[in-house]
T-cell receptor, first 112, second 115 residues
Framework: DAKTTQPPSMDCAEGRAANLPCNHS???????VYWYRQIHSQGPQYIIH???NNETNEMASLIITEDRKSSTLILPHATLRDTAVYYC?????????????FGKGTHLIIQP | DVKVTQSSRYLVKRTGEKVFLECVQD?????MFWYRQDPGLGLRLIYF???????EKGDIPEGYSVSREKKERFSLILESASTNQTSMYLC??????????????FGPGTRLTVL
């Protein structure tokens, strides 16, 4: 019973902004949207999370729609090292209470 | 920076062997987790622990046990390894302590092959 829906793969040119969409139409009012990524042969890495407002950190920006049913992760200037599988996760607590449920994610390929 | 280390990157064992996977974190985190990752199935939670000597079953605990004798160390045990336990095993830790939003930090993974 998937809580999020992401495209299986996306391409983006190096230096351009990569916009990764995620649908979470059944999100409840107190659930957060988390993004992690997994570079090949490494463990997942936390990127960003948000509840209602848009968020930005040194890695990315997170745009959440007003109805909270979808969000977009933005990597402003993609590099080849951003090639990875990106996971959008909906969680009450970030997994601290009971772990995270990872879906299949989006395989983002940055093209030179 | 939080560092989560796992005892081996690659491990090959035979069917029926007892296997220990060790995970250590250096940030005094309360919560620790074991996941396995298989192609097409994503990450699945095996066990987690929110305190020393405490453990909780995740989604797929069958065939596994865990041990947390010290706060920084969380061990995954395969009592009698089977070929269907061939997988990538990922350990993670998080601060816990009742924070509203927690973040998990993952180790590099152990790729276990059971022959």
């Amino acid at each position: 019973d998937a809580k999020t829906t992401q495209p299986p793969s996306m391409d983006c040119a190096e230096g351009r902004a990569a916009n990764l969409p995620c649908n979470h139409s059944t999100i409840s009012g107190n659930e957060y949207v988390y993004w992690y990524r997994q570079i090949h042969s490494q463990g997942p890495q936390y990127i960003i999370h948000g509840l209602k407002n848009n968020e930005t950190n040194e890695m990315a920006s997170l745009i959440i729609t007003e109805d909270r049913k979808s969000s977009t992760l933005i990597l402003p200037h993609a590099t080849l090292r951003d090639t990875a599988v990106y996971y959008c996760i909906v969680s009450l607590s970030g997994g601290g209470a009971d772990g995270l449920t990872f879906g299949k994610g989006t395989h983002l390929i940055i093209q030179p | 920076d939080v560092k989560v280390t796992q005892s081996s990157r690659y491990l090959v064992k035979r069917t029926g062997e007892k296997v220990f996977l060790e995970c250590v974190q250096d940030m005094d985190h309360e919560n620790m987790f074991w996941y396995r990752q298989d192609p097409g199935l994503g990450l699945r939670l095996i066990y987690f622990s929110y305190d020393v000597k405490m453990k909780e079953k995740g989604d797929i605990p069958e065939g596994y046990s865990v041990s947390r004798e010290k706060k920084e160390r969380f061990s995954l045990i395969l009592e009698s390894a089977s070929t269907n336990q061939t997988s990538m095993y990922l350990c993670a830790s998080s601060l816990g302590s009742g924070v509203i939003t927690d973040t998990q930090y993952f180790g590099p993974g152990t790729r276990l092959t059971v022959l």
